[in-house]
Each structure stands twice: as C-alpha cells, then as structure tokens.
C-alpha cells in the first residue's frame, strides 16, 4: 500500500537524479586517446579499461548494496554512492600523474553507482507497479543516458583546455544527492509495512537466467561504441576531442529519446523490444564502419544509443515479482551481469582483431554489425518460440 506521507513527485525526480551517474564512466569517452598520449606506453586495452574498470568494481557493489538494504535504509546507501562518485570526481582532477591512481578513481566511481543504481531500480519496484513501473524504468535508463550526455558533452569542452578536468563532471551526482536526502523514504518499504527482517531467498529460473545473459552480452557489445569512437575520428583524422564528445553524447542522447518511449513500446511490443535494440545496435555500427563522413557517424551513434533502452529496462523488468526483497536482489544480480559485459567490452578488441584480420577502430565496429546482426534474428526466433509454447 502507498503512504499519503510520500511525494511521489519528488521521489520519481529523486530516483531520476540519482541515476544521472548510473552510466557515467561514458564521461572518460571523449579523453580516452588523450589519455593515451599522455600515457603512450601504455596498451590500448589498457586506455579501454580505464573506462570500463569502474563497471567490474560495480558488480561486487550492487550485490553487495542489495544485501545491504535489507538493514540499511535505501536512502541512506544511495546517499553514501553519490558522494562516493563526486569525490572520486575530485580526486581525479586533482591527482592523476600516472594511469595506476586514475585506475583508483575509477574503482571509487565504479563503487559509488554501484551502489546507488541499484537503490534507484528497486525503489522503482517497490512503489511503482505494472505499466506505471515500466514507464519509470524506461525514464529512469533515459535518466541516466541523460546524466551521461551531460557528462560527456562538458567534459568534451572542458577536456579542450585541459584532459583531466573532464573528471569535473562527476559533481554532477550531487543533485542527486540533495533530492535522495530530501524525498526518499528514511526507512525501506519492507520495514514499514513488517518489523521482522526476513532472509532474502534467491533461487533463479530460466527467465531470470535468460535475462541475466542477454543483458551481459548486450552490453559487452554495446560499449564497443563509447571505448571505440574517439579513437576512431582519430584513426580517420576527424574533429578533434570536441567531435569525440559531439559523438559520445549523442550515443547518449538517443538513449534519452528512447526512454521516454519505452513504456508504451513495451505494452505494444513486449519482449519484442530487445530484438528491436539488438536491431539498432547492429544498425548504428553499420553507418559508422561503412561511411567515413561526420554525419553518418554521429546517426549511428544516435541509433546505437537508442538500443539500450529498449533492452536493459526489460532485462531488469522481467525479474520483478511481488517479493520486494528479492526483486531488489535479482535487479542487482542483471545489474551485476551487465557491468560484468561492459567490463570485459575491450577484451573484445583482440577478438575483432582475430576475426577481422585487422586491428583498426572501424574493423571492430564492422565486427559488432556482424554479433549483433545474428542477435537480432536469434532473439526474434526465441520470442516467438517463448510465446508459442506460453500458449502450450
């Protein structure tokens, strides 16, 4: 039951705001080749990783954070992440002389929306429920593509002047964290309606495993996009490190425009929706491998951007149930599987490289066309194969 104490209105733009850092490792996009001049003996993957590192620390801290909330107000630990995220924010702008210490403050980052954006998923299921639910998460990975854009835009000018002053952005949690302190319950729903702390129990079906899989797989392609497209323009000689954040952002900013749509595309669509993103995915690849001019490549950026929210809210729709504590754990297990993708996302360049015949920035996005190509029909036959036995 809903309790009149609560504003719904300020608790949507809480979980809203809180989840602007849920994608911010994007921010570090635009820098990442002048990372690697400033640290030319380090290897490509090794830049790569710098962006994705934070995900690999966020799936032992979504895990964790879950467990967590069953003692510890959800207020509480998404308040302690977002200041998590600012401060390695500030610790980045000031300390960064070698790739190591970079390394820590992408592992603080990683830590601190690990624990927020699991916080923010599950007040989602705890006071939303059915077309309402869906329509928050959708606005919620908008939100997040949102937050990203932002960050990865100014960082993209702020970085002209200097490299690391794109760390600045990560301040940008702390709207979040003004809005969680304010509108977000001081004690957990369950606590509110049961005194007694019950032991979550998480046993998980083939659903939930088939969720699990398509978001890390997902994602391990995905991000193909964000660790690649500034080395890229620099591989084809456009733009500059403005382009490079012109064309992060607007990966981004497709994911906006598709989150605002994703509730009412689910309720026409349904499962569907994922076969949709892998679609736009492969498409979005296949404009920026094929065609070498600026315009092709910032609307394959967009279409690639688009994919996420048509997968990633239905991956982490389709674990909730009516068990509000385990719904909160199976949301951070597909969180945890996804950032477990991104992570291992540049560990795909030596597998392009093997597959292509070729190690260049273009040759992976024509790798990703392919993968996701044969994912779009794959998962168009297994919805359909799930329905017709559904009616079985």
């Avoid at 200041?83 to 002389?97: T, V, W």
């Avoid at 733009?239 to 990966?251: V, Y």
């Avoid at 076969?275 to 600026?294: H, K, P, V, Y």
């Amino acid at each position: 039951m809903r309790q009149r104490v609560i504003n719904y209105t300020g608790l949507k733009a809480a979980i809203l705001t809180m989840s602007f850092i849920q994608m911010a490792t994007n921010a570090a996009a635009s820098i990442l080749a002048d990372i690697a001049a400033e640290f030319p003996d380090a290897a490509v993957t090794e830049i790569q990783y710098l962006m994705t590192f934070p995900n690999l620390i966020m799936v032992g801290a979504s895990v964790l954070a879950a467990r967590l909330a069953v003692r510890i107000s959800k207020r509480t630990l998404a308040a302690a992440g977002l200041i998590l995220a600012a401060a390695a924010g500030i610790f980045a702008f000031c300390f960064h002389s070698n790739l190591l210490i970079l390394y820590v403050w992408a592992g603080m980052l990683g830590m601190g929306a690990g624990i927020v954006v699991p916080m923010a998923n599950s007040l989602i299921s705890d006071y939303f429920e059915g077309s309402e639910r869906d329509v928050m998460l959708g606005y919620q990975t908008g939100a997040a593509n949102a937050g990203s854009m932002v960050m990865t835009y100014v960082g993209g000018v702020l970085a002209a002047a200097a490299w690391y002053m794109d760390y600045l952005v990560y301040l940008l949690a702390l709207p979040g964290l003004l809005l969680t302190l304010l509108f977000v319950p001081k004690k957990n729903i369950k606590e509110e309606n049961s005194p007694g702390k019950a032991k979550v129990k998480i046993t998980l079906g083939r659903n939930d495993l088939g969720f699990c899989i398509v978001a890390a797989v997902y994602m391990l392609l995905f991000y193909l996009g964000p660790t690649n497209i500034a080395l890229l323009l620099r591989e084809k000689q456009i733009g500059n490190t403005m382009t490079a954040g012109t064309a992060s952002a607007l990966i981004l900013l497709g994911g906006v425009t598709m989150g605002m749509c994703f509730g009412k595309l689910a309720e026409k669509i349904g499962r569907h929706t994922i076969t949709l993103g892998f679609f736009f995915l492969s498409a979005g690849c296949l404009m920026i491998c094929l065609r070498e001019q600026l315009l092709f490549i910032y609307l394959g950026c967009v279409l690639i951007g688009t994919s996420n929210p048509l997968i990633m809210p239905q991956c982490m729709g389709g674990v909730v149930n009516e068990d509000k504590q385990r719904s909160t754990m199976m949301m951070s297990i597909v969180f945890a599987v996804a950032n477990l993708g991104t992570f291992f996302a540049p560990g795909l360049t030596a597998v392009a490289r093997t597959v292509m015949g070729t190690d260049t920035a273009a040759s992976r996005f024509a790798f990703a066309w392919i993968v996701t190509g044969c994912l779009t029909v794959l998962s168009a036959v297994m919805v359909q194969w799930n329905k017709t036995a559904a009616k079985k």
